[in-house]
């Protein structure tokens, strides 16, 4: 027998606003050190607008990956709706080198590329650098498990992480997707 909830909880599952990739560049910084970056002034603005959803009024809790802008995100929320904020390592965004040694943008899009041809799946026999799609639904899954006694809850966090889980490639900046682990994305 599975285990019964009480509390059905939604999730707002919210992606970044806007990242402002200009700031890592001249760094020449290693794997995950572009995750560094903050938002853009219209990145800000976009979070701004989207902490004006009135559904988003009625969440008891923010979550937010550790990347960034994420967290600034995730910041910009808890200060405009006056919300709590927890930080989860494993809201973070799909790893597309787990060794975290890539050092260009060119080698992280073959990754990615490479990604996309299996569809996320290691080919029988293969272990390849980056995460696996199974992998990061399960990193996921569980965060959100964690946090399933609360009624609505608000993730910031990242288009593929969220894209992966809602069946989409195309979210948008700062934009809401209402997810319940019962039913998927609403």
Known sequence: MGKVRSVLTVFYLIRHGEPD??????????????????LTEEGVRQVERTSGD????EAELILSSPYTRAMQTAGILSRRLD???KVEYDLREWQPDLTF??????RMRELRDEYSRCGGVYPNGETKLWESREMLLNRL????ERYSGYSKVIAAGH???FGTLIGRSDMAHAEIVEYDTEAGRR
């Open 21 to 38: 990739w200009h700031t890592y560049k001249p760094l020449r910084l290693k794997g995950n050190g572009r995750d560094l970056v903050p």
């Open 54 to 57: 009135s559904r988003l009024r």
């Open 83 to 85: 919300l709590e904020l």
């Open 101 to 106: 040694e890539y050092d260009s943008e060119e």
């Open 141 to 144: 899954e569980n965060v959100l």
């Open 159 to 161: 288009g593929t992480l």
